[in-house]
């Protein structure tokens, strides 16, 4: 069985972009125990960076030879924009086959391969792929599925069915559901789940429907309101449920105990937390689920069928201090545990057997910078191990032969797709910082080597959401900027997901003029310039959604700190943005409404005093107090940042003749979709980046090769003509404002 992603468990979908729901887990009953009878894990806090190690990473990145300043087209070449995730692997049950998507230009192209440079595509496609995949039980198809479709690809034949989509009906029936009354619930080796909400005059308004390859469908359940998720047995019989219970769309667990028909309450998880099955022991019956109750971080524990659970971890001493949240989990087949992992500057595994506990390390060694993700297949005899890299697109990829006690065989690196050459980037390093008020703040910094620090440019780029994380994950814009000289800072401010509820809930809702998060930011950018990394003459902060909105605020509330702000689709007004989006957002049936998350998370959106305040303090209400460059961005299908929001705050800046640019791309919605606007997006942020900061030249001669990569035109100069004219076309220009 493959290890866990806590995102994909929770089975949550992201309001990605402005708001995102936070990954949290279930309040337990207060009885549960710390399981000391086991291997726990230990969870220390990240360590605070001290003066000390600033000025080690200093000496030491000044020390190294600087970087090739690469051709700005390298960064622009299609790949570099494709998603990493298409080539993450899926290893077959018997693990001798890996299927994963690849882009071939502008098509998808699903590819089956033993690893050993040899593949065979099984599918092409325009559209990009379907985010579920599971092998079926016999191993001779694979299971395709979304919302809104559900496919089966006989492997054997290259042969793709779509079962199911809007607009069909269930198989076997003739009656023609509504075009929103179907959705696939999940994937399962046996088939898809789908959910069918009956109409008002039926007896139950919920059905769920097993349908498998045979194009059959089998009744597994019905109830009066909707399923979160529904568990299958090996027999593809029912056996666990989830379901929102109450006005607080508090989450509730129902188990149906073999000898029973109907389904039992187990556990009650009141909002906001969540509680999250991830895995059941074949042995005992017993349940693996994520949690956080008196605890601040997500965490393991078992759950009997009685209701009586034990943590694996022991609650924190310090709930200031700043601990990872569990990302991965690694189980065994029949739900043993064997592995998690928490998120650092890496993925840090931890063994919780002692023959894993001795495996883990020897694995981490194929490639020791590496985010490794894993999965196990042939009865816990085959374990891939995939590794992903701050500073560099392209994964590793290996297949370990390991024997029953764990111990490692064999090692076998696996080519899945064509080798292409890579230019070295920049890794990511990991920080914790104090807030001016004394919480510890985790973040990201990337620093260009060999050049001196103190007179480099530095660009704090906060992320969206709030409820979001920067992660050390390839970033095509933190690379063509870290090579171009600057120093990048991604701080994970409070609000930031991924290290406890506490810390999601620091900021209270107050992001009006005195904002928490942006004060965290400040801080990170003080203290590193404070120790000889970055110029304080040449800051500037870029960002998108939420991100945008701090770089807004930051460019008024300090007029002379900044050279200049970016903001990518920015809500100038926050309480009259999520006055027109939260309503008339989507709730799918297995989310809780956006509205209640917000509400838990300490924003009064729907409080008159706190909407004033946030008016009264907004960018637009702040608008006079710009000084410096300001360049915005909007994309014409944003459906959460209205463009003409954006055009109104142009005008009115220009009204106050401040400097002011304005982009709206026609094309994009809150994220630039195509592959034209992300160039085109990342061609303007790179642009006026190079046109406002000035890069220090690098301590130590270049080296004869690199001067003459660093002076070579590439074969796509002319396609970065051309985005530089498309980029004109959709500039905003307004008539001069009178006087």
Known sequence: MHSTPISRALRVL???????????????????????????????????????????????????QALPVYPLAYFFQHEQFSDPRLTKPLLSPDGQWLLYWRQQGFSYWLCRSRGDGEEQVLLKQRQPPPPSMAFSNDQQGVWLGATDLLQYLDLSRKALRTIWQPGFALPGSKQLPGKSAVSLLQLSSHGGILQWQRDAHAAVDYQYWLVNAQSTARLLHQQTQPLQQLWLSTEAKPELLLQFSGNRFDTEIQLKPAANRQFQPLLLCPAPARCVPLARQHDNGHWWLLSDQQRDGLSLLQLSTAGSAVWLTAPEANPAARQPDLSNVLFTAGGDLLASARLTVQLRWYGHTAAWQQLLPKVQALAPTGSMQLQLAAQNRVLLASFSFSDRQQQQHWRLQISPQGQLLQAQPLQLTPRRQEKPGVPAQLLVWISSDGEAIPGFVYLPPGRPLAQSPIIALPHGGPFEQSKPEYNVLVQLLVNRGFIVLQPNYRSSTGFGRRFITLARGDFG??????????????????????????????????????????????PQRFRFALALAAPVDLAATLQRYVPQAATPPQQRPLSLELNDFGVRWQDPAWQQQMSSEAPLAQAAQIQRPL????????????????????????????????????????????????????????????????????????????????TGLSLQQASLEDLDQQLQALEIVLPPAAN
């Open 14 to 64: 992201r309001h990605c972009g402005l708001w995102c729901l936070v990954f949290s887990a279930c309040m337990l009953p207060a009885t549960a125990l710390w399981a000391d009878q086991l291997l726990t894990q230990e969870l220390p806090p990240l360590p605070r960076t001290t003066p000390a190690d600033l000025g080690l990473l200093r000496q030491q990145t000044e020390q190294q």
């Open 513 to 558: 003029q005195h904002n928490p998060a942006l004060q965290d930011v400040i801080s990170g950018l003080d203290w590193l310039i404070k120790h000889g990394i970055g110029d304080a003459q040449q800051q500037a902060m870029i960002g998108h959604s939420f991100g945008a909105y701090l770089a807004l605020q930051g460019l008024s509330s300090e």
């Open 631 to 710: 360049y915005l961005w909007a994309g014409g299908l944003d459906d959460r940042i209205d463009a003409g929001t954006l055009l109104h705050y142009q005008q009115l800046l220009q009204q106050l003749q401040k400097p002011v640019r304005l982009w709206l791309d026609p094309n994009a919605g809150h994220q630039p979709h195509t592959l034209l606007s992300r160039q085109l997006q990342l061609y303007l942020t790179a642009s006026i980046s190079l046109a406002h900061l000035k890069t220090a030249p690098p301590l130590l001669p270049m080296q004869p090769a690199q001067a003459t990569e660093q």
